[in-house]
């Protein structure tokens, strides 16, 4: 597998030159940004894997989260202060797929990057197929989500990776436990609240066919409704 790119955004130069350095000691290939402008430049010219984002270096970080979401799928790894719980919350809610406390460790930081590379190689043997339920069609490979009017909803890892979950086993209950283990396999850290986020990100995507993700108070969720497995087509380009 070719070396990872990672992007660093962050105002604090030393932060940005122990991150990097550490990274890239690993065997990563690091950009940094000390600003968003220069974030949406290097955006533009560089294929990222996974982005690492002080939301303090935006102006608006609401807006600012909203708008790298909207152009890419790739992984968003988002630092906010250790005593604003909810705003990482509400950044996982945006698009985040997982929220760390900072100052940002390196060695935790590393330990989520590895944790979407094992997912992102976990996925590929079943990225083969595609998933047919209710008239909507969901992509595990394009990390989309077609509905019966054939409208694209496009999906972050997390969101990926939880519907494949329920997709490949319909009707059945997953536990939330192995649920945050498919959304972030470092569950030592994140809270079980990470896979109501997901949920619900995916039930806003679904609109009127959210009540297709069941839950089961205190328990998990599943996908009601019959799932049939097809080859899965050819991947279809960024500019659709």
């Not at 533009?44 to 790298?68: K, M, N, Q, W």
């Not at 940002?104 to 989520?112: G, H, T």
């Not at 209710?134 to 019966?148: E, M, N, S, T, V």
């Not at 995916?202 to 069941?214: E, H, M, Q, V």
Request: aromatic share 4%; hydrophobic share 45%.
């Amino acid at each position: 597998m070719d070396a990872w790119q990672i992007l660093i955004l962050d105002t604090d130069l030393d932060a940005r030159r122990t991150l990097a350095s550490y990274l890239g000691s690993r065997g990563y290939r690091v950009g940094t940004a000390a600003t968003a402008a220069e974030l949406w430049r290097q955006l533009e010219r560089r294929s990222i894997d996974v982005y690492v984002i002080d939301l303090r270096a935006f102006d608006d970080p609401a807006a600012g989260l909203s708008r790298l979401r909207a152009l890419t799928r790739a992984a968003i790894i988002v630092g906010d202060l250790a005593d604003e719980r909810l705003g990482r919350v509400l950044a996982l809610e945006m698009g985040a797929d997982d929220a760390l406390a900072l100052p940002l460790l390196p060695r935790e930081l590393l330990a989520r990057i590895r944790g979407f590379q094992r997912r992102t190689l976990a996925a590929r043997g079943n990225d083969e197929v595609d998933y047919a339920f209710d008239g909507w069609l969901f992509r595990p490979a394009q990390h989309r989500l077609i509905g019966p009017d054939r409208s694209i909803r496009r999906l972050t890892r997390g969101e990926c990776a939880l519907l494949h979950l329920l997709a490949a086993a319909p009707r059945k209950l997953m536990s939330r436990a192995r649920l945050l283990q498919a959304v972030n396999p470092t569950t030592a850290v994140t809270t079980a609240r990470s896979v109501d986020v997901v949920v619900a990100r995916l039930r806003r995507k679904l609109g009127a066919a959210r009540a297709l993700i069941a839950a089961e108070r205190g328990l998990g969720y599943r996908l009601d409704c019959e799932v049939s497995r097809q080859a899965a087509a050819p991947v279809m380009p960024e500019a659709e």
